[in-house]
């Protein structure tokens, strides 16, 4: 499965060949040479290029217009931004790194982590101070081992009280001490007396090299006599794929009948853990279309005039010859909040117009786009990278359009029952009373049944200002593994020039 698809940007030319203009020994380029990556590889690949006049291929008359342009840029990450397309509205998740190394860690589900997953909030009746609530604690890490549990909170690190100024530098240490407190409501129903109560008790945490597996928590419960599985679903990480499929063949030996896939903290990954995924729901859609993909004109017509099937992928029963434990559902409930994005929203835009999907939560990120990265290689791929520096793209390639066509929700996926997580009281993850869940089980139980949602006063004191995803390099992402057949190769380049 890893290779089901083309991906285009393993095109092998040089950079020479996507340039507007040549550069030669006789006629040298002085422009930075990393800014001639980040040019050269956003005009090759950039889902929006059409909308970006200086990513036109004949935006530059001359080599030295040319040079003098890069040149104009005090560094890689300022041009990169200045070719975004709207980058509040339309382009908000194309990013650049210095590092390529830790961003390739990070896609394998490697990072460096203490194990807190937090959100931040502004402390009532304040602009500028912050507490953290903590949403998840991953296992075998240095904050499950120091005792530090799901809805503690925290309004300082190493005695500094937490700020909308401090907050980066003291959360990004590789060590610090974190300081708990408690929410103190006075006693009244009003939020203007709220107060953040020091409570003197201190946890030590240590970030080291962490894998973190995805599938968090898995369970079965019994409802009305049915049995109904439970996976919680953190990240759609490749590495992964084979013990997910182990955790659906356990839901299929149980004759499970019902499955709430829980996907609020998840951001993210890759796209053909995403068909897997769906596929393992269903079962029985194999070849039916999953989704459909718009590129930018020149690789829209590319693909187009070669095969357009290049551009759809489809449902599977099978991971690489390894056979898919699907479960063929025809509802399934999943539970995702505005922290849940890009692949997390495509199997939901995906699954919509075959099966009942149920959508438990907030509007989602609103992100259906994906990106696949570029290295400062002669066909922009991680094989003779340039060893002078680590610099790399992750920028969008194409924007993924389900069966029906439906795309561009740029205010997210609008949930079928309304709920918010009840940040002061946030239960246990896979307790069958934690309030996201126990509405899905509800709803199994007495789908007639009507669910207010479930946001108390308190909590509408508390302004959400950013959750741990949002330290991630791959915060948000959505990203693709493909290879391009050697036939579209040949055509394309043929035809670009």
Not at 162 to 188: E, K, M, P, Q, R
Not at 366 to 371: R, V
Not at 377 to 396: E, K, V
Request: glycine share 6%.
């Amino acid at each position: 499965m890893k290779n089901y698809k083309a991906l285009i940007l393993l095109i092998v030319v040089s950079f020479l060949t996507f340039s507007c203009f040549e550069d030669n020994d006789d006629n040298q380029i002085t422009g930075n040479s990393i800014n001639d990556f980040v040019w050269k590889g956003m005009n090759f690949i950039y889902l929006y290029k059409d909308n970006v006049p200086n990513l036109a291929n004949d935006a530059f008359n001359s080599d030295e217009a040319y040079a003098n342009y890069l040149n104009g840029f005090s560094s890689p990450e300022d041009l990169f931004e200045s070719l975004i397309y709207h980058r509040q509205t339309v382009d908000k998740f194309s990013w650049i790194v210095d590092d390529y190394i830790a961003l390739e860690q990070q896609f394998a589900g490697v990072s460096t982590s203490d194990g807190m997953m937090f959100n931040l909030f502004l402390q009532p009746n304040s602009n500028t101070q912050l507490i953290g609530i903590v949403t998840m604690v991953l296992p075998n890490t240095s904050a499950s081992s120091n005792g530090l549990v799901r809805g503690d909170i925290f309004s300082g690190i190493n005695g500094t009280p937490l700020t909308i100024n401090n907050y980066i530098s003291l959360l990004n240490s590789n060590a610090y001490t974190l300081n708990l407190a408690n929410y103190n409501d006075n006693g009244t129903s009003t939020t203007s007396d709220d107060t953040i109560v020091p409570r003197n008790i201190s946890i030590n945490l240590t970030k080291v090299q962490y894998t973190e597996n995805p599938i968090f928590n898995t369970n079965i419960f019994n409802v009305g006599g049915e049995n109904v599985g439970y996976l919680m679903y953190n990240g759609f990480t490749a590495n992964f794929d084979e013990q997910l499929n182990d955790a659906f063949a356990t839901f299929k030996s149980n004759n499970v009948q019902h499955l709430v896939l829980d996907l609020r903290y998840n951001s993210g990954g890759s796209v053909n853990s995403a068909i897997l995924l769906s596929s393992m729901i269903t079962g029985q859609f194999t070849g039916e279309v999953f989704l459909t993909e718009q590129w930018n004109s020149e690789f829209q017509a590319a693909f187009e005039n070669e095969n357009p099937e290049l551009l759809i992928s489809r449902f599977v029963n099978n991971d690489d010859g390894r056979t898919l434990n699907s479960l063929n559902l025809q509802k399934v409930y999943v539970i995702a909040l505005e922290s849940s994005a890009s692949a997390s929203e495509l199997v939901i835009n995906a699954l919509d117009p075959y099966i009942n999907v149920i959508h438990i939560g907030e509007n989602t990120a609103g992100k259906y786009q994906a990106s696949t990265t570029i290295y400062d290689s002669p066909d922009f791929t991680r094989q003779g990278a340039n060893p002078s520096h680590s610099y790399a793209m992750q920028p969008l390639i194409f924007k993924s359009l389900n069966k029906v066509g439906r795309t561009d929700y740029f205010n997210g996926l609008t949930p079928d029952i309304q709920l918010s997580e009840s940040y002061l009281d946030l239960g246990v993850i896979g307790d069958e009373n934690e309030t996201l869940l126990a509405a899905a089980l509800a709803d199994i139980q007495n789908p007639t049944a009507k669910l207010s949602p479930i946001k108390s006063e308190k909590e509408a004191s508390l302004t959400l200002f950013k959750d741990s995803n949002s330290f991630k390099p791959l915060h948000n992402d959505m990203y693709v593994d493909k290879k391009l057949p050697s036939g579209l190769l040949s055509k394309f380049i043929i035809e670009k020039n």
